[in-house]
T-cell receptor, first 114, second 112 residues
Framework: DAGVTQSPTHLIKTRGQQVTLRCSPK?????VSWYQQALGQGPQFIFQ???????QRGNFPDRFSGHQFPNYSSELNVNALLLGDSALYLC?????????????FGEGSWLTVV | QKEVEQNSGPLSVPEGAIASLNCTYS??????FFWYRQYSGKSPELIMS????GDKEDGRFTAQLNKASQYVSLLIRDSQPSDSATYLC????????????FGAGTILRVKS
C-alpha cells in the first residue's frame, strides 16, 4: 500500500518564476491538504481539497493555488516566487472526517528560491 | 495568542531517562491531538494520536490529554539517541475538516 507520494523532492527556482508540486494521496484517502514548513517552524496550513474543490484555505496569498484531479491527486502551484517561499512543502492525505481522521504526510518537496 | 504552543527547547536528557514534552492549545473545540516526530531534513512522522482525556500508551510512548486544562503531553520512556528529533504537537480543528494546527516543535536531544 503506497503512502502519500510527492514530486519533485528537491527543486531550485529563481525569484519571479512559477512552480508546480504534485501529490498522490494514500490509497483510500480522498482529501488532500498542503502545508508549508519554513526552517525552524511547524507546518502551516495552505489549503485543502476535497471532491476536486478547495474546501478551506489558510492565510496564504492568491499566488498559491491548487487543483485536485478525479483520481484524488493534487497539485500546488506558486506564482511569482519570492525568496520567502523557500520551504518544505508537505502534502497530507486523509479520509473523510468522522471515519478515522488520521492524517498522513508525504516526504515533502524542498523548494529553494534564489 | 498562538493556537498551539510548545517549548522550543532543546530538551536534553541522558540515554535511558524519561523525556517529557508539553503542548498547550487555545481552541476549546479541538477534538483530536497528534504528536509527530521530525528528523532533520525529513517530513513529520505520526507517532501518537489521542482523542479522550487521560493517558494512551504505545510502546515507549505515552500521550496524556487534559481538555479542561487544554494541555497535551508526550512521555518517552527509556530514551534512546535515535529519539533525538523535533517533536511537533498538532491539533485537529475537525470543525474545519481535518485541518491540523501545529506548534513550532520541541527539539529533543538524547545524550549517550
Amino acid at each position: 500500500d503506497a503512502g502519500v507520494t510527492q514530486s519533485p523532492t528537491h527543486l531550485i527556482k529563481t525569484r519571479g518564476q512559477q512552480v508546480t508540486l504534485r501529490c498522490s494521496p494514500k490509497s483510500g484517502h480522498d482529501t488532500v491538504s498542503w502545508y508549508q514548513q519554513a526552517l525552524g517552524q511547524g507546518p502551516q496550513f495552505i489549503f485543502q481539497y476535497y471532491e476536486e474543490e478547495e474546501r478551506q484555505r489558510g492565510n496564504f496569498p492568491d499566488r498559491f493555488s491548487g487543483h485536485q484531479f478525479p483520481n484524488y491527486s493534487s497539485e500546488l502551484n506558486v506564482n511569482a516566487l519570492l525568496l520567502g517561499d523557500s520551504a518544505l512543502y508537505l502534502c497530507a492525505s486523509s479520509s473523510p472526517v468522522g471515519s478515522g481522521n488520521t492524517i498522513y504526510f508525504g516526504e515533502g518537496s524542498w523548494l529553494t528560491v534564489v | 495568542q498562538k493556537e498551539v504552543e510548545q517549548n522550543s527547547g532543546p530538551l536534553s536528557v541522558p540515554e535511558g531517562a524519561i523525556a517529557s514534552l508539553n503542548c498547550t492549545y487555545s481552541d476549546r473545540v479541538s477534538q483530536s491531538f497528534f504528536w509527530y516526530r521530525q528528523y532533520s531534513g525529513k517530513s513529520p512522522e505520526l507517532i501518537m494520536s489521542i482523542y479522550s482525556n487521560g493517558d494512551k500508551e504505545d510502546g515507549r510512548f505515552t500521550a496524556q490529554l487534559n481538555k479542561a486544562s487544554q494541555y497535551v503531553s508526550l512521555l518517552i520512556r527509556d530514551s534512546q539517541p535515535s529519539d533525538s528529533a523535533t517533536y511537533l504537537c498538532a491539533v485537529n480543528l475537525m470543525e474545519y475538516g481535518n485541518k491540523l494546527v501545529f506548534g513550532a516543535g520541541t527539539i529533543l536531544r538524547v545524550k549517550s
